[in-house]
């Protein structure tokens, strides 16, 4: 319904020019379009028309008689359509030329419709931009893509992580920064084989001459713990050279 000072003037020029467009109401006499004329009629004292809708799909004819007459954005006037393609079951294409209306815009609004019908509402009411609706929309995907994301990676390196969560014992974020931990975990200890590995010449020497002077000053360098651990590595590389020497 139109604001106060609206519908006074609307009421103003039809009692100086007439009721220019007839009221629409349907065969049964159910009013369709035309409310505010109706009520303006009635305020300057005019006697309204009447026309009769005769065609098949009134909800169609109620919105778009809304989209011609109202002052809304391009962005509403999309939304609108949208709505009314998902009411009538005509192709997008088709709608489209119908009704003159940007297949690019309308496609984006049949989207944000399709997704976030709350979102529509707003963009219909003019409470939001078509836009602003459509970015939103698009934010929400991708969290939903990086959510499924970050639990597929979950699954496929920690599936016990993956079904706790699954239970409910564990929320996703969580779940994650264990995981985190776990691969942190395994790099560190790769890196630090990794220098033993890259250093085994070294050991494989000593092995080669274990009782020698050069060994005993190499293993007095260290402490007592490391010592033992060093020439239980000597000796088992030892073991190892005289089994492949034996073979």
């Not at 009421?11 to 303006?40: F, M, Q, S, T, W």
């Amino acid at each position: 319904m139109l604001a106060e000072d609206e519908l006074h003037d609307l009421a103003e020029d039809i009692k100086a020019h007439g009721l220019l467009e007839p009221i629409v109401r349907d065969p049964d006499g159910v009013l369709l379009d035309g409310r505010n004329r109706l009520a303006a009629c009635e305020r300057a004292s005019v006697e309204p028309r009447f026309t009769t809708y005769e065609g098949t799909d009134q909800t169609a004819y109620i919105w778009l008689s809304n989209v011609r007459r109202r002052h809304i954005s391009a962005g509403q006037r999309a939304m609108v359509q949208a709505m009314v393609l998902s009411l009538s079951g005509h192709s997008l294409r088709t709608h489209a030329k119908l009704h003159d209306v940007s297949r690019s815009r309308l496609s984006l609004a049949n989207t944000v419709l399709r997704e976030a019908p709350e979102l529509a509402e707003r963009v219909r009411d003019g409470k939001l931009s078509l836009d602003a609706a459509a970015g939103i929309v698009r934010e929400r995907k991708a969290e939903a893509a990086a959510v499924q994301a970050a639990f597929d990676n979950l699954r496929a390196h920690a599936p016990d992580l993956a079904s706790r969560v699954t239970e409910g014992e564990l929320t996703l974020d969580a779940a994650t920064k264990e995981l985190g931990q776990r691969q942190a975990a395994v790099r560190r200890d790769q890196q630090r084989l990794t220098a033993i590995v890259e250093r085994w010449d070294v050991l494989q020497e000593l092995a080669h001459e274990p009782d020698s002077l050069h060994t005993f000053q190499v293993l007095d360098g260290f402490a007592t713990d490391h010592r033992a651990l060093v020439t239980r590595l000597i000796a088992g590389e030892a073991e190892f050279r005289a089994a492949e020497q034996a073979a």
